[in-house]
């Protein structure tokens, strides 16, 4: 079954950190494009970080040198470490992965982020 599971979310103090975790299965993983969005209440969902299958990344600007994705082939999953996490940082985050043959825009079922001031 085609599917991406997220863990890891929770609650955190302001400055804390947390480890997000998806996992991929029934896709070429290695060849996918994989990232994290997130979504707040009444915002539209924006993409915090991308990696593509040469591991090349993205940040949003807002996450530029707070957060780090990354991905294990080995594992099909992709990771987003998440450090000196803010209030603003609240939202639930996506999972999100593009493959090819055949082309699939994936989603995952969101996890919770809620960060305490």
């Known amino acids: 079954q085609v599917q991406l599971v997220e863990s890891g979310g929770g609650l955190v103090q302001a400055g804390g950190s947390l480890r997000l975790s998806c996992a991929a299965s029934?896709?070429?993983?290695?060849?996918?494009?994989m990232a994290w969005y997130r979504q707040a209440p009444g915002k539209q969902r924006e993409l915090v970080a991308g990696?593509?299958?040469?591991?090349?990344?993205n940040y949003a600007d807002s996450v530029k040198g707070r957060f780090t994705i990354s991905r294990d082939n080995a594992k099909n999953t992709v990771y987003l470490q998440m450090n000196s996490l803010k209030p603003e940082d609240t939202a639930v985050y996506y999972c999100?992965?593009?493959?090819?043959?055949?082309?699939?825009?994936?989603w995952g079922q969101g996890t919770q982020v809620t960060v305490s001031s």
């Open positions: 999100n992965a593009i493959t090819i043959a055949p082309f699939l825009n994936l």
């Open positions: 029934a896709i070429t993983f290695r060849a996918s494009s």
């Open positions: 990696i593509r299958s040469d591991r090349t990344a």
